[in-house]
């Protein structure tokens, strides 16, 4: 199977930044498109951010939309979220996700065959 690891989480003040990756392994990775979705603590999963497997489209979610990111390097089996402006909301776990639909870019998380493990994301007042 596809194995997904995000890295890059941690620790920022709102306002700030933060960029988190996830990075893929096997050949098929151009051929996902990827997404990001997040959990909150006492809330439930929801989408973040997906891009086609050549980057030609993206989608966003409207409370991150103009401040997040998504893109990708299929040449380093990575896809990245760009997270600026940064939220005490956006406070979460970060997950990524593989889709086996490479032109879409859908925001349901029951499209997504592969997840990574997760990485935290915190942001302070």
């Known amino acids: 199977q596809v194995q997904l690891v995000e890295s890059g989480g941690g620790l920022v003040q709102a306002g700030g930044s933060l960029r988190v990756s996830c990075v893929a392994s096997?050949?098929?990775?151009?051929?996902?498109?990827m997404g990001w979705f997040r959990r909150a603590p006492g809330k439930e999963r929801e989408f973040v951010a997906a891009i086609t497997w050549g980057g030609e489209s993206t989608n966003y979610a409207d409370s991150v939309k103009g401040r997040f990111t998504i893109s990708r390097d299929n040449a380093k089996n990575t896809v990245y979220l760009q997270m600026n402006t940064l939220k005490p909301e956006d406070t979460a776990v970060y997950y990524c996700?593989?889709?086996?639909?490479?032109?879409?870019?859908?925001?349901?998380?029951?499209?997504?065959?592969?997840w990574g493990q997760g990485t935290q994301v915190t942001v302070s007042s």
């Open positions: 996700a593989a889709n086996p639909s490479s032109w879409a870019v859908s925001g349901n998380s029951r499209l997504y065959y592969y």
């Open positions: 096997g050949r098929a990775f151009s051929s996902y498109a």
